[in-house]
């Protein structure tokens, strides 16, 4: 082997052209027997150049470095009693602060230091249910109502439209409003089983909404006629209809009665009355729908929403069921409605009458007619038909849907905080009934 200069090891700071010495330890680079290193080539220029310096590893002869310390003997915990011990030791600290954490934790809700922890039945008197909040039985009233719940499918001249039904009778008999199938040509029926229908329409009356259809099937599952007598705001209610028209049977909301005896005007010259206002959810296509009491009683047909330039409110008004089945059964016996005319229009200000008035306030008087006969005028507000209180325009409604056309009258009205009396004879609704 040739002979291989050392680099001098009294290397200074001036020499930067010069690499440091090496440690003698390891040896030189390479020796000239030693094979030439190999060159690269650059995938660019194609040109070779030397490689870069290969450092053999270093000779055992030149390997001794200072030892390292011994590592410290691991030592395993004796098998005896202090073993079993410590073990113990560590599981009942652990089983105390778990303790601890659980009383904690009670403490801090309520749990642990209150006087009363058992949560008491709610009680309410019958017919008034319980408050949404505070255990209205939502599942046990859908499974009992939702099957008599139609969707109702509806073409006219120029569209198509949809809505709800109600299932009143087992032999196919369905209440809905007038406005979801006005001007239809075709009717089709959706039970909630899938079943589809086609409709006849038996009847309707604009005047309070309500339309009477008919399907060809039996032993269908009924709604439970309910009443609006003595229905109190802050009640809970259910809604259920077919919202938007989506497939998969009706849908179901809860809610309360946020007020009663709304009049609510749905066109330009159309009113209906004595409207119950809710806060359960009704949409588009939910019109004609049920609305239920906490016992699962139909109480109104949900029938219109309240909409302003921002959109929907969450406001929504039923017609009380008192009216509905009124109509209804005028509907299928006469295939109309058959109204006494009294020959009156509401007052629909809101200075008609005091707050602390309760009557039909008379918003106008259609001359030739049975009140203008009798001398019943405008701002008049009627108390008593026959004895029988009157406490909205909705009830003297419903009051005279009771008695018959020709029948003779006692009416009781206030004028200007004096009472009234007058006698006089119904007579049938005219066509032009909404003009005074």
Known sequence: MKNVPQPSSAWTPQDHNKLPPLDPRYGPLHSSDDPIPP???????????????????????NRSLPPLPP??????????????????FLFLL???L????????????????????????????SGLGVSSFEGLDAVAI??????????????????????????????????????VVQGA??????????RMFAA???????????????????????????????????????????????????????????????????????????????????????????????????????TAIGVSEAGAEGIGFATPINIARSVSEDLLTFGEARHPFLGVAPCVKSDCMSEEQRGAPVGCVKKGYPADQAGLRTG??????NGEKIRSFSDLRVVLRSLDIGQKIDLTANRSGEEISLSLQLTDRPQDSTAC
């Open 71 to 88: 590592k410290p003997p691991i030592v395993l915990p004796p098998s005896g009693s202090l073993g079993k011990n410590r073990l113990f």
């Open 185 to 194: 040509r075709k009717i089709t029926v959706w039970l909630p089983d899938g």
């Open 142 to 179: 859908a499974e009992k109502a939702v099957p008599a719940i139609v969707h109702i499918e509806i073409e006219t001249r120029f569209n198509k439209g949809s809505g709800s039904g109600v299932i009143i009778r087992d032999n196919g008999t369905i209440m809905t409003n007038n406005h």
């Open 39 to 61: 060159t690269l080539t650059h995938p660019q220029t194609s040109t070779t150049q030397p490689a870069p310096p290969v450092f053999p590893p270093p000779s055992p002869a």
């Open 380 to 385: 008049d507000v009627i108390t008593s038909i």
């Open 200 to 302: 006849e329409m038996k009847g309707a009356d604009p005047t309070t909404d309500i339309a009477i259809l008919k399907i060809d099937q039996t032993d269908l599952p009924i709604a439970t006629i309910g009443s609006t007598t003595g229905l109190k705001i802050g009640q809970p209610v259910m809604a259920i209809g077919n919202p938007l028209g989506l497939e998969g049977g009706p849908s179901v909301s809860t809610g309360i009665i946020s007020a009663k005896g709304r009049q609510v005007q749905v066109g330009n010259d159309s009113i209906l009355l004595d409207m119950i206002q809710t806060d359960a959810a009704i949409s588009p296509g939910s019109s004609g729908g049920a609305l239920l009491d906490a016992n699962g009683s139909l109480i109104g047909i949900t």
């Open 94 to 96: 652990a089983s105390m």
């Open 98 to 125: 778990g303790a601890l954490t659980t009383l904690l934790v009670m403490h801090l809700s309520g749990g642990l230091f209150s006087e009363k922890v058992v949560t008491e039945r709610v009680i309410v008197p």
